[in-house]
């Protein structure tokens, strides 16, 4: 197996592990793809999706792609392993994990979120993705990124805690909630 089959087998095989982990996807399924782009041109990892998501639903006929979030029941989104962990210690440092707390309307999959954006930019120059990747310069990312050199499980351990947030929202608000009464009354 070459290193350019190995990577996309690689990349396949854990989007779709990531896919199951959130709940599969459905007969009838109305999936809305959302870019995190933060301006109007497109990223390596939009592109990436759009072309896993073509590979993934070929020849499906029991699945619709829909132009608007609101019409969607599952949202497919973009963010990497590197986005999923800096976004975190980000609302860890800013003091904002409670949007975190709040429960998400439409069921949301981010598909590599567990891959990090060096693969999906390699996975996205096979399939023809030529623009160059900016270096973030975020501080945030440049600290996960050097932390992580000796201690490469740090950004998994973020995605973890991130999904364990999202997935228990409800209880953990309600449990705020409780506290914050009983702390009124006293």
């Known amino acids: 197996m070459n290193q350019a089959s190995h990577l996309l087998s690689s990349v396949s095989s854990r989007a779709k592990k990531e896919i199951r982990s959130k709940g599969g996807i459905h007969s009838r399924e109305k999936i809305y793809l959302k870019s995190s782009d933060t301006n109007s041109s497109e990223t390596a990892s939009s592109f990436a999706l759009r072309m896993f998501v073509s590979e993934l639903f070929s020849g499906r006929r029991d699945i619709t792609f829909v132009r608007k979030e609101t019409e969607a029941s599952l949202i497919m989104g973009d963010k990497t392993l590197d986005d999923t962990a800096d976004e975190l210690l980000a609302s860890v440092l800013d003091g904002?994990?409670?949007?975190?707390?709040?429960?998400?309307?439409?069921?949301?999959?981010?598909?590599?979120?567990?891959?990090?954006?060096?693969?999906?930019?390699?996975?996205?120059?096979?399939?023809?993705?030529?623009?160059?990747?900016?270096?973030?310069t975020d501080r945030i990312h440049d600290f996960l990124k050097e932390f992580s050199v000796t201690r490469p499980s740090a950004k998994y351990a973020l995605k973890n805690v991130s999904d364990k947030l999202y997935e228990k929202a409800d209880i953990i608000s309600a449990q705020i909630d409780t506290s914050r009464k009983i702390e009124e009354r006293n």
């Open 96 to 136: 904002t994990v409670s949007s975190y707390l709040t429960s998400q309307k439409t069921r949301t999959v981010h598909p590599f979120s567990g891959i990090s954006a060096e693969e999906i930019s390699a996975y996205a120059k096979f399939f023809g993705w030529r623009k160059e990747t900016p270096e973030t």
